[in-house]
């Protein structure tokens, strides 16, 4: 299963650790998430959880505790196929100082605009949180999240960790140019440009 092969990826590719973080998957009218509190490398596709569109799973079974947010994009996003939600350390970082990150570098529009967005915080797990993260992916396809980590959405599961890979590596360059100095924006017609050029960008990543 796809969510179990992707899980194992995440510690190798720095973007969480531990047990922290989580992935989704759309499926039917509901989704496939990874469990609360399980290892990565310890999830087998029958610990991953199926949640319907109401927040109901089946007995015996705990979905990781940040389902709701997964199951409001679902919801409200149709173009949203897979989910993932991670804790970096410069995207982190970022959220933690509740920064946007801006256009800065061209590869802001991985984010699908030109700003990754940082969602307001609340507790983890709650509504208020997932209101918050709907807010900041409003026309975009990834977004930080205050004090917590970052969300970055695909068609596929394998372009939703791409775009996570992307957004991190984003968020450190932001983070070392800041360290420079005071980084120089691009304008809204050469961010329009990019934007244009990146309709197709990233869709083997989609296939892979």
Request: net charge negative.
């Amino acid at each position: 299963m796809d969510l179990v092969a992707q899980g194992a990826r995440l510690a190798a590719s720095g973007l969480s650790q531990g047990t922290s973080g989580n992935l989704s998957a759309r499926c039917g009218d509901g989704f496939l998430i990874t469990p609360s509190g399980t290892p990565y490398e310890d999830i087998t596709p029958e610990g991953i959880v199926r949640v319907d569109r109401d927040g109901q799973w089946p007995a015996g079974q705990r979905p990781s505790s940040e389902w709701r947010f997964h199951r409001d994009i679902y919801l409200a996003r149709p173009d949203a196929m897979a989910v993932v939600h991670v804790h970096p350390p410069y995207a982190t970082a970022l959220a933690m100082c509740r920064k946007d990150i801006p256009p800065a570098h061209y590869m802001i529009a991985v984010g699908g605009g030109d700003s990754i967005r940082c969602a307001d915080y609340h507790t983890y797990g709650t509504q208020a949180l997932s209101d918050a993260v709907l807010a900041a992916l409003e026309g975009r396809l990834a977004c930080l999240m205050a004090n917590h980590g970052m969300i970055s959405l695909g068609s596929t599961l394998a372009q939703a960790m791409w775009r996570a890979v992307e957004v991190e590596n984003l968020a450190r360059q932001y983070a070392l140019a800041l360290q420079l100095g005071t980084p120089v924006m691009l304008t809204d017609h050469e961010v329009a440009d990019v934007l244009a050029k990146f309709a197709n960008y990233g869709l083997m990543s989609s296939r892979s």
